[in-house]
T-cell receptor, first 111, second 115 residues
């Protein structure tokens, strides 16, 4: 089964700072998911990526398949970015598996 | 589209009672997932269905848990009998693509409290 490590567990930053959240996994995968969980509890899928880089607004996700590592970046961070960010990978790497989740990174952006 | 719909949003029950959680996936989606989230263990996959067929139920904790998907627009997760340690938020998600290779859309969750 895939093991997922996220870092940092908690991150507090000032508005406008560049944010990086890291995710490492143990078994090669077909795709990695980044999720955002709002303070109210709702979960939104941010990205699903299998190679390279994806960008959506101020959010950028990158993945290095060889190193089994992905990063989520937030540029010009804003208090509304405060949330828990969770990465998830297939249990044993393939697309037919269920997902294994990281413990999440609790991000707080202070005004 | 209304998104993934879950009911009830909150459920409080007593130990030993049967609990049934309901999910309506997004129309046209082919995969449905049930997750549980607790403070201690985070998010965990319980079971997922492709085209109404259970594919991976290795996350179902024990025989007290069962899930069904009688048609493409409805799924249930049942706990019988319920125990206090089942208290958690249960999320349902659906995806257009089968398996975990597609973007998943999450419902608002059902917060279950077992007294």
């Amino acid at each position: 089964k895939n093991e997922v490590e996220q870092s940092p567990q908690n991150l507090t930053a000032q508005e406008g700072e560049f944010i990086t959240i890291n995710c490492s996994y143990s078994v090669g995968i077909s795709a990695l998911h980044w999720l955002q969980q709002h303070p109210g509890g709702g979960i939104v899928s941010l990205f699903m990526l299998s190679s390279g880089k994806k960008k959506h607004g101020r959010l950028i996700a990158t993945i290095n398949i060889q190193e089994k590592h992905s990063s989520l970046h937030i540029t010009a961070s804003h208090p509304r970015d405060s949330a828990v960010y969770i990465c998830a990978v297939p249990n044993s790497g393939g697309g037919a598996d269920g997902l294994t989740f990281g413990k999440g990174t609790h991000l707080i952006i202070q005004p | 589209d209304a998104g993934v719909i879950q009911s009830p949003r909150h459920e409080v029950t007593e130990m030993g009672q049967e609990v049934t959680l309901r999910c309506k996936p997004i129309s046209g989606h082919n995969s449905l997932f049930w997750y549980r989230q607790t403070m201690m263990r985070g998010l965990e996959l319980l079971i997922y269905f492709n085209n109404n067929v259970p594919i991976d139920d290795s996350g179902m904790p024990e025989d007290r848990f069962s899930a069904k998907m009688p048609n493409a627009s409805f799924s249930t997760l049942k706990i019988q009998p319920s125990e206090p340690r089942d208290s958690a938020v249960y999320f349902c998600a659906s995806s257009l693509r089968t398996g975990t290779s597609g973007t998943q859309y999450f419902g608002p969750g059902t917060r279950l409290t077992v007294l």
